[in-house]
């Protein structure tokens, strides 16, 4: 009897806090919807017809819901300089709102003006940021000959930037200005692995890239490389660098060994590089000329002689140089007399 009291007992405090909540809820409910945070997204692709399901809508604040949405840009296809706008409707779940327009929130979109229909909806026309400021991504990445770079082209692309690697060390980069395609024969000089990757550029901001698209892996044997170094011979002072070779404005994000044209140089995180002087790098000194190259072979300083390795531009250190005439540097790095 006294197990049954307390099953009776505690089945009314339960309900007892339910219809609690219940009124809580209600209380919450109730009030008038004087905040709004919307979050809106936009899937838009140039030459595709304009439709009101490229965006998407949802609420993130309490008391009202989305309700419906109609695009303003009527029929046809998106244009490269459309400003997308989108009317928008929000119900409240009492159908009250008291929201002003410091209440509103609007995240990937501008609310341009915003008004409550009285009984019926909370009514806002978003902005979305014009399809000029924006750029397509680069589809495909291909090589369309053993030492020609293709792609497919990108929407408001005014240049494309191409970066090669071989056995994963970049080997070069260039820009090619309103073009699908590059030579890159003279940065393919040495058998191994290639590949390449590239990205568009916005025709109107240049700080407005899209994802780098990587190429498929290209095989380089000794005979294609010699052949590619017979057909871009080395030039006096700092080697073949292609037209379209973009120099310092381009290798500004760009950190760690760089190689430019066919000469190695080195940009520490600060944008800073050597010049005229060792720098000291994962556990190797290397020595840099006056315009921020790396030097291989023998090096004189302060009255002694280095040898860098013509292959890697480290310093040897305790070994017979490969000069030919049987040389030894000591620990130090100094020839030995």
Known sequence: ??????????????????????????????????????????????????SVTDFSFTVLSEGCEFWGADLMNKDGVWGNNDIP??????????????????????????????????????????????????????????????TTAAWSPAYNAGDYEVEIYCDGRLQGAVTCPAATSCELGSLIRREGTYYFRVRAVNRKDKLIKSAWRDSASLTVDSAAAAANCAKYPLQPGYGPVPAAMVTEPYYK??????????????????????????????????????????????????????????DSGAMLVNTVVPDGLGRRVDSTGAMME
């Open 85 to 146: 706008r989108v009317i928008v409707y929000l119900r409240s779940d009492n159908g009250d709102f008291t929201v002003t327009r410091s209440g509103i929130r609007v995240d990937g979109a501008e609310c341009e003006y915003a008004y409550y229909d009285a009984g019926l909806m909370y009514v806002m026309q978003l902005r979305f940021p014009s399809l000029e400021t924006q750029v397509g991504e680069v589809g495909e990445a291909l090589w369309s000959s053993s």
């Open 253 to 310: 994000d760009m950190y760690g060994w760089i190689l430019e044209g066919v000469r190695w140089w080195y940009r520490n995180a600060d944008g800073s590089y050597t010049t005229d002087d060792w720098q000291y790098i994962d556990g190797q000194w290397y020595y840099f000329d006056s315009k921020g190259y790396m030097v291989t072979g023998w090096i004189d300083w302060n009255g002694k002689s280095y040898y860098c390795d013509p």
């Open 1 to 50: 009897m006294k197990l049954l009291n307390k099953t009776v007992l505690l089945s009314l405090a339960l309900g007892i806090m339910t219809l609690a909540a219940s009124f809580a809820s209600l209380a919450d409910d109730g009030g008038p919807v004087d905040r709004i945070v919307l979050e809106a997204k936009a899937d838009i692709q140039v030459g595709k017809t304009r």
